[in-house]
Nanobody
Framework: VQLQASGGGLVQPGGSLRLSCVAS????????IGWFRQAPGKQREAVSC????????YYQDSVKGRFTISRDKAKNTAYLEMNNLKPEDSATYYC?????????????????????WGQGTQVTVSS
């Protein structure tokens, strides 16, 4: 069971990146998936989640309108499309799975019941 995040890099403010989260050893389609990030010296925080049952999506306020979470069940992969990136978005981004149906933003942003944290991918937004 593994989740592997990729797609990070160095981008200028206002730029875009698409992160991928490839699942192996399990069916990503029967889990809720979350994207999280951690900047140096800061706590890990939830960025966005998608619930497995109805596909409902949740976002941290600071990324609403800029980030979009999605998943491709055929590819067993989740994505985080990030647009209009800001320096404060710089962090290591991780994906994780949750076996429960997310019923509120709190289920996502609280970050509980997520497991199978894989290696993250570094996103640096700088001019």
């Amino acid at each position: 069971v593994q989740l592997q995040a990729s797609g990070g890099g160095l981008v200028q403010p206002g730029g875009s990146l698409r992160l991928s989260c490839v699942a192996s050893g399990f069916d990503l389609g029967i889990y809720s998936i979350g994207w999280f990030r951690q900047a140096p010296g800061k706590q890990r925080e939830a960025v966005s989640c998608v619930s497995y049952r109805d596909g409902r999506k949740y976002y941290q306020d600071s990324v609403k309108g800029r980030f979009t979470i999605s998943r491709d069940k055929a590819k067993n992969t989740a994505y985080l499309e990030m647009n209009n990136l800001k320096p404060e978005d710089s962090a290591t981004y991780y994906c994780a799975r949750n076996p429960y149906y997310l019923t509120s933003s709190g289920d996502c942003l609280g970050g509980t019941r997520f497991d199978s944290w894989g290696q993250g991918t570094q996103v640096t937004v700088s001019s």
